[in-house]
Structures are given as C-alpha cells and as structure tokens.
C-alpha cells in the first residue's frame, strides 16, 4: 500500500514553484501512507511529475521501487495497491515478451499496460487500486480506480494543469493554498454525513469514480472511460445465473471466498486480520486459519460498555479457532482522546463515529503485523443490514396503511423527544444490543411519511434534508443512479444504491484513512469483483430468509465455527455518542458550536447553535445528526489542509 501524487502542468512553463521540490513535497505530505521509502520522477521539459511514498509489501527490494519505467522505457508508473493475480499476469507477459527484473506487482501492472493498454490492464487485475499511468510518447496522463473504489484517487484541475493524489493533502500542496469549499458538497455532506463521488469538499477537485480511466492530454478534451460497470454486471449475473441447490450455490460461493482469502495472505511482511466476532471477520479468519502454516494472528477492540463491546464474542471465536489473538479494551478516556485526533486523518468532513474505534483498532495491529485482511463488504454483498429488513417491514405497512394515517402516525412518533425513547427503553435496549432508540424511532417516522420506496430509502440513509447552504439545492450522486429494471425488490434496489455509495464512500473511505494513519496496508477478500459478481447470480432467498440477512454466508460459516457462537444479533462499531456528547465532550463540542465560522461552509451559524441546545435540552435532533455537524467543525479546525 502506498501513496500516490503528481501533476501535468497546462505548459511546462506554468509551474508555481520549483517542479521537483512540489513533487517531493506532495510526497511527504502522504509519507503515513508509505514510511519505507519515498522518490520522484519528473520530465521537467513536458511539465509532468510523479511522487510516490512506498509501504513495502511484495518486493521489498529496490526492483519494486517506484515511480517505475517501464522496460521498454514508453511508460511511467505511480501506483498505490495489491493486486492478487500478478503471477498468472506474469507469465502471460513473459510469453509476450516482456522482461522482468523483479516480481512486484507494480512491475506487472506497468508491463501489462505497455502490451495490452491500461483500460484492458484493469479488466485483467483482481485486486485493489489506482494508478497514473505516463505515456511518453502520446504524452498521455492516464488515471485508474478499482471496480470497488476501494482505493482513493483525486483529480484537480486548476488554470488548464491536472493534479492527482491519493489524499487531497497532496493537491493542497501543489495549490499552495486552500480551494474554495464547494457549497454543494457541503450540502450531499449533510445529507449522507460523507462527500459522495464524484464530488469532494473543494471546488476544481473531484473523485475519480470506481471502475473509470481517465485520459488526459494537454490541450485535448479529457476522456473518461469505464472498464467496470456494477449495472451491466447485474444485468448480466442475472441472464446468465444457473439453477442450483443451496448446497451447491454453497459450495460455489465458499471455494470462491476461500481463494480469494488465500491470495490476500501473500506477502513479505507480517500478516493478520481484524476479528469482531461477526459473521463477516470470522468467515475470513476461519478461512485464513485453513490454509495458514501457522496460527493467524487476528486483533480486537473491546469496550467497557456491554452495549458496545464485541471482543467478548471475538475471543470465543478466537479461542475455537485457535488463532494468536490481541485485544485490547479500551475505557472511555482512551477513546475520548482520540476523538478530536481523528477528523485530521480525512481529507473531507467525515461523520461516521466508529472511525474512533477503527482508528484504535488500526494501530493496535500495526504494532505486531503490516498488512490485515478484514470482513469489510459481506452486508452489502449478501442483505446483512437491518435496514434491508426494515424496508420490507415498512413496504409491507405503506401498502396497507393509508397516507394520511401514516402522516398521523410519523407525527405521533416525532412527538415524543428522542432522548425519552433512548431512557424509555433503556433496559430493552441494554439484552438487545439495541443502540440509540431514540433516533431510530425518529428516522422511523420520516421513513413512514415518505411517498415512494425509494424515497423511502433516502430518508432512511440520510441526516439532514432541510439543512443546506444558502443558495443551494440538495442534488445528490444518488439521485441520478439508474438501478437496472432487472432487480425487482427493494432490497436489492438498496444493495446497489448501497454498493455504489455507502461502501465506497463511507466503510472503505473509513478502513483506508484509519488503517493508512498507522501505515497498516488492510486488504478485503469479500470486495474481490469475481466475489461482487457471483453475489447478483444468487437467488434474493440465499441472502435473506425471514428478516435474517447473509443466509449463505452463514451457513458457510457454520462449517468452520458452531453456529451459537455468532447467531445473535448484530452489532456496529458503534460509540455510545450520546452520552458523550452530553457528558465528556460537551466543552469540546460547544467550543466547536460556538466558535466556527459556519458561514465558511454557506450554514446560518445561529441555526445551528440552536440545534445544539434543542440536543441538549430535548435529544432531538439526535446525536447522530449532531455529530454531522461537530465532524464538520471539527475537520475544519484540525485538518491539515487549513494550516497554510
């Protein structure tokens, strides 16, 4: 795992300071990507520069250095990722003709992309990745993301000159400044509580969507091509789906998770995996441990508060697996000084509270191993969300019930503050695992009150609806994702709107920024795309069954571990952020309330102070909706792209 960075100047006269210190200093800015080592490669005469921080992987010799040349000398590399078919890959090109003189991953991608072209290059790599490709002679910048968009890549442009990173840190560098916040950016932010692609918190920046190449050339308009589309592979898994039992979708599924596992266990560094105890992580371990010469070493995180903590569960897995197992329980103070570290490590406002203990869970890790493989992707793939099985739920009732009582009830609903639910159900929600109650019942009344399914489901994945920039309309990526006609159920309506959102943008924004900040390369055998495509040829019964999500993940897992040890209910790697709020964090946060000038980001500075104090006083809004607004602030303070 690495950190990537350059540029291609609008004319090689136009560079805003001295070519090769920019370049090195784009570099520097993401040395927590890479610590190993760290170089530049410039064509000062075509104003193109690449920099490149490396997290030694495969290859730790100089043979796997990079930025990298091609040997035929056309092609210039700067790569950040693993892919895991690199030996079939190899000897392919060996029979093409191409010469190696190493065996890093990064040297195939780049001599693959001198014999086949970098679009049928990507179709080729199982694994994660972006990379900028540099052809000399056509003098073509060409930039590359994972099907998944499991790997970050930004791309600027200012005054006619292109700028790519894999954190926005290094575009500030090459700015030497701060862009103009995009107010329409703020406005998606608040309503998913991340920046969706393609969009990002800076005006002239932009994500490079999942699947995409991107040719740029000077005075040429860019072309932006797709080598992976998750529609098309729907439609197609769906035509071309076979008739099988259970136990032979079963059998089918499990080989393919099982080889996807075992080619993310090669590597020349320390190897492990996250354990939650969840359905997900103990799959992967099991799997891990099966094919491992050695115990696996798998790390958990565990917390005081019952309501929260998962690492009693992971050590029995642990326990009956035999794995080498670290966990470390962490009291509220440990994590509370964490927090205001933590919107430093994104690039953009980011609200999802269990990077908290993501982040504490990364660097534990990285104190004994380098590389962690983790369950990330199996809700989306295979239904296990709750929410999936809510919106059956209510489908079922917006069916029967007439509008104008749904109106009556959702206003009934909203009448009683969500704190009152939150003490109300105290106790249920303590033997349940049952988080934030309160807010829960809230997002249940809007839901209710929605006119559609679909505008069903935005409610449901969203935060603020009617909290916007001044001047600016809430229009979302999402809005405009067309789900093919070929999924009829809502749940899946949701998993793919989930698949080309939520996970990019949020689970894998997460895991990466949480996991790069201690220089711990995480690897996701679930998110493998032969895996992704298999998962739309099953029947919707294989992944739910009565309300219960992932059916065939479990009875795959079943095999390895007996099922009392995981059949309970599911938990996030939540935070209890109320009590937080309200308690240990309370001087934090109303210094951040008071003190921000929320007219940066286009808000009415007055509205929310008043938001704050109706939390405070009434828990409404909830404490999820709050923190929206403190990540915001807080990433504002504390990111490096404001300290000039």
Request: charged share 25%.
């Given at each position: 795992m690495c950190g990537i960075a350059g540029f291609l100047l609008s004319s090689p006269d136009k560079c805003p300071g001295d070519i090769e210190q920019i370049a090195r200093s784009m570099g520097d800015s993401l040395r927590h990507r890479g610590p190993d080592a760290g170089d530049v490669w410039l064509d000062k005469k075509n104003g193109v520069a690449f920099s490149h921080r490396r997290l030694s992987i495969i290859d730790l010799t100089e043979a796997g250095a990079q930025p990298m040349v091609s040997s035929c000398e056309r092609y210039v590399i700067c790569y950040n990722g693993e892919i895991y078919n690199a030996d079939e890959l190899r000897n392919e090109l060996v029979q093409a003709g191409r010469s190696f003189r190493g065996y890093s991953d990064t040297e195939v991608i780049i001599e693959g992309c001198a014999v086949w072209g970098a679009k049928e290059t990507a179709r080729r790599i199982i694994g994660m990745f972006s990379f900028a490709l540099w052809d000399k002679c056509t003098q073509t910048l060409a930039l590359v993301r994972d099907r998944i968009g499991i790997k970050p890549l930004y791309i600027g442009e200012f005054n006619g000159s292109y700028v790519f990173a894999s954190e926005l840190k290094a575009v500030q560098v090459f700015t030497q400044g701060v862009p103009e916040i995009d107010k329409q950016s703020v406005a998606?932010?608040?309503?998913?509580?991340?920046?969706?692609?393609?969009?990002?918190?800076?005006?002239?920046?932009?994500?490079?969507?999942?699947?995409?190449?991107?040719?740029?050339?000077?005075?040429?308009?860019?072309?932006?091509?797709?080598?992976?589309?998750?529609?098309?592979?729907?439609?197609?898994?769906?035509?071309?789906?076979?008739?099988?039992?259970?136990?032979?979708?079963?059998?089918?599924?499990?080989?393919?998770?099982?080889?996807?596992?075992?080619?993310?266990?090669?590597?020349?560094?320390?190897?492990?995996?996250?354990?939650?105890?969840?359905?997900?992580?103990?799959?992967?371990?099991?799997?891990?441990?099966?094919?491992?010469?050695?115990?696996?070493?798998?790390?958990?995180?565990?917390?005081?508060?019952?309501?929260?903590?998962?690492?009693?569960?992971?050590?029995?897995?642990?326990?009956?697996?035999?794995?080498?197992?670290?966990?470390?329980?962490?009291?509220?103070?440990?994590?509370?000084?964490?927090?205001?570290?933590?919107?430093?490590?994104?690039?953009?406002?980011?609200?999802?509270s269990s990077s908290i203990p993501t982040h504490a869970l990364s660097k534990l890790t990285r104190g004994e191993v380098t590389v962690a493989l983790s369950g990330d992707g199996g809700d989306e793939l295979f239904a296990g969300y709750s929410r999936y099985t809510s919106m059956t739920n209510i489908d079922v009732m917006r069916s029967r019930i007439p509008g104008s009582i749904r109106k009556l009830l959702a206003a009934t609903i909203t009448s009683v503050p969500a704190v009152a639910y939150d003490w109300l159900f105290t106790p249920v929600s303590k033997v349940c695992n049952i988080q934030a109650v309160g807010y829960r019942a809230h997002k249940l009344a809007d839901v209710i009150n929605a006119e559609t399914p679909d505008e069903a489901y935005r409610v449901l994945i969203s935060f603020w609806r009617d909290f916007l920039p001044k001047g600016v309309g809430l229009t979302t990526p999402d809005a405009f994702i067309s789900v093919p006609a070929i999924l009829e159920k809502t749940e899946e309506h949701m998993q793919f709107i989930d698949l080309l959102t939520y996970l990019p943008d949020d689970i894998l924004v997460k895991v990466d920024r949480a996991s790069m900040a201690s220089s711990l390369e995480v690897r996701v055998p679930l998110l493998d795309h032969r895996i992704v495509e298999l998962s739309w040829q099953l029947p919707f019964y294989e992944k739910m069954q009565g309300g219960t999500g992932k059916i065939i993940l479990r009875d795959i897992l079943a095999k390895y571990v007996p099922r009392k040890m995981f059949e309970r209910p599911k938990m996030g790697f939540g935070v209890p952020l109320a009590s937080w709020l309200r308690g240990p964090l309370k001087a934090w946060c109303e210094g951040l309330v008071m003190e921000t000038d929320w007219c940066v980001f286009g808000l009415d500075g007055q509205r929310v102070r008043l938001s704050w104090e109706q939390f405070l006083k009434h828990g409404n809004p909830s404490a999820y909706r709050i923190w929206v607004l403190i990540a915001l602030a807080s990433w504002h303070r504390t990111s490096v792209l404001y300290k000039n």
């Open positions: 998606s932010y608040l309503f998913f509580g991340y920046v969706p692609t393609p969009q990002s918190i800076f005006e002239g920046v932009r994500k490079l969507e999942p699947g995409h190449v991107l040719s740029l050339k000077r005075g040429v308009v860019p072309q932006d091509e797709v080598f992976w589309s998750l529609a098309e592979e729907v439609v197609d898994a769906r035509k071309t789906s076979p008739i099988l039992s259970s136990g032979e979708w079963q059998t089918k599924v499990e080989r393919l998770i099982k080889d996807a596992v075992k080619r993310r266990m090669v590597s020349d560094v320390p190897l492990g995996a996250f354990l939650s105890g969840g359905i997900d992580s103990s799959l992967v371990v099991a799997m891990m441990q099966e094919v491992a010469d050695r115990p696996v070493k798998s790390f958990s995180i565990g917390f005081p508060d019952t309501s929260y903590n998962e690492a009693c569960h992971a050590k029995v897995i642990a326990d009956y697996l035999s794995t080498e197992h670290t966990e470390l329980y962490m009291g509220e103070k440990d994590l509370l000084d964490i927090v205001p570290c933590v919107p430093g490590l994104y690039d953009e406002p980011f609200s999802d």
